[in-house]
């Protein structure tokens, strides 16, 4: 695999991690309502649910999807349901006040992020699409091992930074303060966002 190859995937792959989607939503979302440390492991997470959707398009899952059309829709259906579960949940709590804590004291714990970062990741599956479609037509299958695990490395760097980077500047006082203010529309509004976006899922 050539470098010019390399860096078209890295910088493919950077461009659709910044475009909106499931992942920036919920981003947003913890980080104006809990914090910067739970948003930065729920980046975290999310860096390792599109690893894991890089790793599974290596190994041939896309091939997978070619052979058995019927698999793709399965798991596009119940990303979409999970999607969906997260919008009734923001929606149904969206006049319920924050938690009261001390302010170095996270409303949700890393680790529950940081899960929370990899199921809304894996919930979504085009990223298989998308790195099915970039790793067939640019990785040659004899790349040598270490070039892929760069690859993954590379992946998951794009993917948790650019989130951490909207983290940062999402959970600043201004942002928060706003949040408090208008809980409850915020989050009907990420709820009906996230809701959109299932949809949107599930009609392919």
């Known amino acids: 695999m050539t470098l010019v190859a390399f860096l078209t995937v890295a910088t493919l792959h950077l461009l659709a991690a910044i475009s909106p989607g499931p992942a920036f939503v919920m981003c947003l979302r913890v980080s104006v309502a809990e914090g910067f440390r739970p948003a930065v492991a729920l980046s975290l997470g999310m860096g390792l649910g599109a690893t894991l959707w890089a790793f599974a398009a290596l190994a041939g899952l896309a091939v997978l999807f070619e052979v058995l059309p019927m698999a793709l829709t399965v798991l596009r259906f119940a990303g979409a349901a999970f999607l969906i579960w997260l919008a009734v949940m923001m929606w149904k709590h969206a006049r319920k006040p924050l938690p009261q804590s001390a302010p170095d ?100």
Not at 144 to 150: F, G, I, T
């Open 105 to 204: 004291v996270p409303v949700r714990g890393s680790a529950s992020a940081f899960r929370l970062g990899i199921t809304t990741q894996l919930a979504n599956p085009k990223p298989a699409v998308f790195f099915g479609a970039v790793f067939v037509g640019l990785v040659p299958g004899d790349t040598a091992l270490w070039v892929k695990a760069l690859l993954l490395a590379v992946v998951f760097l794009n993917e948790a930074l650019w989130y951490i980077a909207v983290s940062r500047l999402m959970s600043g006082r201004p942002a928060q303060t706003l949040y408090r203010k208008a809980k409850t529309h915020l989050d009907r509004l990420f709820g009906g966002l996230m809701a959109a976006l299932a949809v949107k899922l599930a009609a392919g």
